[in-house]
């Protein structure tokens, strides 16, 4: 495969039926609780990037027996603490942000240390903020003064319930800690601010002792430990954050229509949904139902002339963290001034992507104005890059920048260049596929 992506602005019209690859979030932790679960658990529709093919061969160094087929996934788990290994073990988290944090809450009781290393990208994130809940619980660590990648652990005989408070509206954090929570000898309580619910709600379907109180800005969250819970089968829904993509491309092309197949909308994840109608688009949810504890629809879409400026209200930030980029996109493309601010935790991801995803629009043309943690997008619904070329490159091999920049490719036209070509694998590896489907054209170079 070449190591460019070359886009040369093609017109197109669609009315289509897809589906998505399945959601990343909850694939991780279907596999995370499988691994502790007894018995053989059964996953259908798991994601199959490179986040989750990671997680898998890490769970497989830990002594669990996971076999992979397809989309079909079988665990068979050993309770919890279950995991058996050698001394010096070394897991390889990849890119993946959720597991490499998510593993370590399982961890808290390991007898050996054990060493966490990770990606390029990955390595510069901060685990500072797990780190020190889980040093409460009982844990140990190695780690260089920044608190990041690599790092070694150690867990402790007696894991601790503790109080957490956490403020930054991190659902990884708080997974963290509640995964943690499972071994520890009574009661964890999490004072937790608005972020994504995926953990709370399969520990409900799985029957794990949960006590969740919804208040307007936080939640408090109570987590009885060293219950054993049985195997179990889980139908992953598709990914809302990769829908994203093709339905701001739906939304900002001319005279197509698209409808996505049983899509996670859990409310936690559709934030950009709302903002997007809130701008004048009409998506709708369509066969609205809950399994597996989780919220699934169709959602359809169709394209929309003129959508108007918006005022981001920062309460909804945490339920689009991953889809700010391409918001920016419709930002872009609607008249008026768009605004955006307490995004500080868009540069604890892969890349900063605030000042990167300022850049991106800089070089569409639109003007923007960065004040620390906050942007303003003035929108002008005419650009139109013509055959103007447009170089994307030294993004930090963000996979979100790499797609959000080959949409920008189709509405915005020019002939377009786009590095770190295998970035998007780690996420969402049907991406080019599905627009092939779409009828889009681009070449690898």
Request: aromatic share 8%.
């Amino acid at each position: 495969m070449g190591k460019k992506l070359l886009i040369n602005y093609n017109d197109n019209r669609f009315k289509k039926t897809i589906s998505i690859d399945g959601d990343k979030s909850i694939s991780i932790r279907a596999l995370l609780l499988g691994s502790q679960a007894y018995g053989k658990t059964f996953i259908k529709n798991i994601l199959l990037s490179e986040d989750i093919l990671n997680s898998i061969h890490c769970l497989k160094k830990l002594g669990i027996r996971i076999f992979l087929k397809k989309k079909k996934c079988l665990i068979y788990g050993k309770g919890l603490n279950g995991f058996t290994y050698k001394k010096k073990i070394v897991l390889d988290a990849g890119n993946s942000g959720t597991f490499a944090r998510l593993i370590l809450g399982l961890l808290v009781k390991s007898p050996h240390y054990i060493k966490l290393i990770g990606d390029k990208s990955l390595s510069k994130r901060d685990f500072g903020r797990v780190i020190s809940p889980l040093q409460k619980i009982g844990a140990s660590f190695i780690t260089n003064k920044k608190k990041s990648l690599p790092l070694q652990m150690i867990g402790s005989d007696f894991a601790n319930p503790i109080i957490y408070f956490e403020n930054r509206g991190s659902a990884q954090c708080k997974s963290t800690v509640m995964l943690a929570a499972l071994n520890s000898r009574g009661q964890t309580i999490i004072k937790a601010k608005k972020s994504r619910d995926h953990t709370e709600n399969i520990f409900n379907h799985l029957g794990i002792p949960i006590i969740v109180k919804k208040n307007k800005n936080f939640d408090i969250i109570k987590v009885k430990g060293q219950k054993e819970f049985k195997s179990f089968k889980y139908n992953i829904p598709s990914d809302p954050s990769s829908c994203a993509f093709f339905i701001v491309l739906t939304l900002l092309s001319k005279n197509c229509e698209l409808n996505i197949k049983n899509v996670n909308v859990n409310p936690s994840r559709i934030g950009y949904i709302k903002i997007l109608n809130k701008m004048g688009a009409k998506i709708k949810l369509k066969n609205l139902k809950k399994k597996y504890g989780e919220m699934q629809a169709d959602i359809f879409v169709k394209s929309q002339p003129t959508l108007k400026k918006i005022n981001c209200p920062p309460s909804l930030n945490s339920s689009l963290i991953d889809e700010f980029l391409i918001i920016f996109l419709a930002a872009a493309k609607a008249k008026g001034v768009s605004s955006f601010s307490n995004l500080g935790e868009l540069d604890k991801k892969e890349s900063p992507r605030l000042k990167l995803g300022s850049k991106l629009l800089n070089q569409l043309g639109i003007k923007t104005k960065l004040i620390n943690d906050s942007i303003k997008i003035f929108g002008n619904p005419e650009t139109n890059l013509k055959k103007k070329t447009i170089n994307i490159k030294n993004y930090f091999k963000d996979h979100r920048i790499f797609m959000t920049s080959v949409i920008a490719a189709y509405i915005f036209g020019g002939v377009w260049k786009i590095n770190d070509i295998n970035s998007y694998k780690s996420s969402f590896p049907s991406f080019l596929n599905i627009l092939k489907k779409l009828g889009y054209k681009f070449k690898l170079v």
